[in-house]
T-cell receptor, first 112, second 118 residues
Framework: GDSVTQMEGPVTLSEEAFLTINCTYT??????LFWYVQYPGEGLQLLLK?????DKGSNKGFEATYRKETTSFHLEKGSVQVSDSAVYFC???????????FGKGTRLHILP | EAGVAQSPRYKIIEKRQSVAFWCNPI?????LYWYQQILGQGPKLLIQ????????DSQLPKDRFSAERLKGVDSTLKIQPAKLEDSAVYLC????????????????FGPGTRLTVL
């Protein structure tokens, strides 16, 4: 079945470091891909999305490129801030009713 | 614009007791979702409503879980009786989608209800 695999956390980085969180997917159709973020005490928020191969989603300095050939959607940011500390979920949606399948999440800690 | 509202935010019960969660979606959103998020895992869809009809409840443990959205707006999710493994955060989300198909409609999530079953 459709699934998402993302790197396990926690990931701990110093402020201004480069961030990569790996995500790969398995899907029978042509999925849309997403990164969601969950800040402490808050609900899930859509961070960025890409709906077809080679699309790049970007928001708040984060980027991810939909790579069909490697079935990947890795999240990157050039210089992280303490405020980026959160749990990040890679997800996909296939089909007509917007059903989302989430990865297990990666907790990110940014040290000042 | 008000977001998705959920209550209560926290609930502690003993096993075999009953519990109910309430969700009020964003005004005008036709589709409503309930997810279960167990600690250390991603959210898992339990049930999806479109207006007051069920679109998908294939992952809902129907022997103990039930959900309704009687007037196509608010929704309640009930567990009766609760088990230890039901300890999780229950998330409600809503989206604009009014019919199947077409471009993806973003889901907006509420803050969740954290359930602890002792």
């Amino acid at each position: 079945g459709d699934s998402v695999t993302q790197m396990e956390g926690p990931v701990t980085l110093s402020e201004e470091a480069f961030l990569t969180i790996n995500c790969t997917y398995t899907a029978t159709g042509y999925p849309s891909l997403f990164w969601y973020v969950q800040y402490p005490g808050e609900g899930l928020q859509l961070l960025l999305k890409a709906t077809k191969a080679d699309d790049k989603g970007s928001n708040k300095g984060f980027e991810a490129t939909y790579r069909k050939e490697t079935t990947s959607f890795h999240l990157e940011k050039g210089s992280v801030q303490v405020s980026d500390s959160a749990v990040y979920f890679c997800a996909l949606s296939v089909g007509r009713d917007d059903k989302i399948i989430f990865g297990k999440g990666t907790r990110l800690h940014i040290l000042p | 614009e008000a977001g998705v509202a959920q209550s209560p935010r926290y609930k502690i019960i003993e096993k075999r007791q009953s519990v109910a969660f309430w969700c009020n979606p964003i005004s005008g959103h036709a589709t409503l979702y309930w997810y279960q998020q167990i600690l250390g895992q991603g959210p898992k869809l339990l049930i999806q409503f479109q207006n007051n009809g069920v679109v998908d409840d294939s992952q809902l443990p129907k022997d103990r879980f039930s959900a309704e959205r009687l007037k196509g707006v608010d929704s309640t999710l009930k567990i009766q009786p609760a088990k230890l493994e039901d300890s999780a955060v229950y998330l409600c989300a809503s989206s604009l989608r009014t019919t199947s198909g077409g471009a993806y409609n973003e889901q907006f999530f509420g803050p969740g209800t954290r359930l602890t079953v002792l």
